[in-house]
Structure formats: C-alpha cells, structure tokens
C-alpha cells in the first residue's frame, strides 16, 4: 500500500489535474499510479509532463531513452519504474529480454547505446561528479553536446520518479520486476 494518497480514479484526483491525466490516459490506455499519485500536485505533474514531453522531442531515440530509465531504476532500486519501464521498453520500445537485462546491468548490446547507458549510470553513481574519461567515451561513441545533456537530463528525471515511487511506496501497475534480478 502507498504511502502517500493515490486518487483511485482520474475522477479522484485535483481538478486541475485531471486534464493531464486524461491525455495520459489517452496516451497509454490507462493512468497509471505513478501519475495519479503525482496529480495531488498539479504543478508537479505539469511539470513532469513538460520535461517529458520536451525531452521526447530531444535527439535520443526512444530505445536509448528505455536503456537509459532501465539502467537508472536498477541503480536506484525502483522496483516500480523498474516494472514500469521493462513493461515500456518490451512493448513500446521493442526492446529484447537480452537487451533489457543488459540495461538493467548498465550496458547495452548496441555500442553507440552501450555508452550512453554506461554514462547514465555512471552520472548516478557518480551524483554527476563524472571522470573526463566518462565524458570522453560517451563523447567518441558519437554522442554530441546536446545529447549529453539530454542524456543527463533523462537521468534527472527518471532519478526523480525513482525518488517519488521509493518514497510513497507507489504500489505498482505493470507486471512485476524485482529490482537486482537482471538476468
């Protein structure tokens, strides 16, 4: 059980909330607890959404975008987006069983995505504090400025929801993963 409130029902939830969590909805077929426990907070969901959604538009495919959510929720022990996102990265992202036990080890069996997760992980590990040589490899795989950036950013933002869900307890959705169990 949550520890923080979880409306039950979109209808539940603040009304200035509820707008967004019918375009989640809409979007996923489902809102799913995260986001309806993060509505007992509009600002917070807008918030969410909107860097969510502008990071989408980033130059990241949406596969490195999973590897990466993978590789961090392992890191910080988040059995729910750990669930949420091996669900995502099977499903929406196409993503291989091998290949989500090889994020969730913070690798990937494609080498231009092995050292974005390989960064991602290290930029937990590390609270940011990376060595040069961090940078210089992610660097050479091909990665430019802005997509380091970006791939910082994806690690702020899944480090938050994994922040969110340890704290309430979110009770989780998606099939269950247990987190330290990569194959």
């Not at 039950?8 to 809409?26: F, G, Y």
């Not at 940011?128 to 950013?153: F, M, N, P, T």
């Not at 994806?154 to 938050?160: K, P």
Request: with cysteine; aromatic share 6%.
């Amino acid at each position: 059980m949550s520890r923080l409130h979880t409306p039950a029902a979109i209808a539940d939830a603040p009304a200035a909330s509820r707008p967004l969590l019918e375009a989640v909805n809409k979007q996923l077929g489902f809102a799913p607890n995260l986001f309806r426990l993060v509505s007992n907070s509009p600002a917070a969901l807008e918030g969410y959404l909107g860097l969510s959604g502008a990071l989408a538009k980033g130059t990241l495919p949406a596969q490195t975008r999973e590897r990466i959510a993978l590789a961090v929720a392992e890191a910080n022990s988040c059995a729910y987006c750990l669930s949420a996102h091996s669900y995502l990265a099977k499903n929406l992202a196409r993503l291989d069983e091998s290949e989500i036990a090889a994020n969730r080890l913070g690798h990937s069996n494609d080498p231009k995505a092995d050292a974005a997760v390989a960064f991602a992980v290290k930029v937990v590990r590390e609270r940011g504090h990376v060595h040069e040589d961090a940078l210089r490899a992610v660097k050479l795989a091909g990665y430019d400025d802005a997509q380091v950036i970006e791939i910082v950013l994806h690690v702020g933002l899944n480090t938050w929801t994994n922040y969110i869900n340890t704290v309430a307890a979110t009770e989780i959705d998606f099939p269950v993963v247990t987190v330290g169990k990569a194959a």
